[in-house]
């Protein structure tokens, strides 16, 4: 569905047999890529993940949403340590989108509280969730 290079990292999004998935390398010192992770969200139609960058040095948080042709969420509302970001999705298709979160200094990043909503086209709730 998409490949995407940041630094030496690279993300591959797929689905696979219509589940969210992705699968990371790593570029190694000969400028070969190798298998590093590979994660699957099984029977869902919409996921999120984080991948964990090698080298990203930044104060970006990268998240990664992969939905298929089932996928009937409309927009997700996401709030980070009571930070909220938007999101608006095409439903029933296969979509990769990126949100990058900016990491503030009351950020500890072993301690980050993810909160989501979730909303049909019609703006109706469908369900929330915490990780």
């Given at each position: ?7 030496n990292?690279?993300?591959?999004s ?26 699957k ?10 991948p964990?960058?090698?080298d ?6 990268r ?18 340590n ?7 999705f ?23 509280r993810?909160?989501?909503k979730?909303f ?12």
């Amino acid at each position: 569905m998409e490949i995407k290079d940041i630094h030496n990292d690279r993300i591959v999004s797929f689905l696979l047999h219509d589940s969210p998935a992705f699968i990371q390398f790593y570029k190694n010192p000969a400028g070969n890529y190798e298998w590093n992770y590979v994660e699957k969200k099984e029977g869902e139609s919409f996921a999120e993940f984080i991948p964990n960058l090698r080298d990203e040095k930044s104060d970006v948080l990268r998240m990664l949403i992969v939905s298929n042709q089932f996928n009937e969420i409309a927009q997700m509302e996401l709030s980070v340590n009571k930070r909220i970001f938007k999101e608006e999705f095409d439903v029933n298709q296969s979509n990769v989108s990126w949100i990058n979160i900016a990491k503030t200094n009351d950020d500890d990043e072993d301690s980050l509280r993810f909160d989501f909503k979730y909303f049909d086209v019609d703006g109706n709730p469908i369900q929330e969730g915490f990780e």
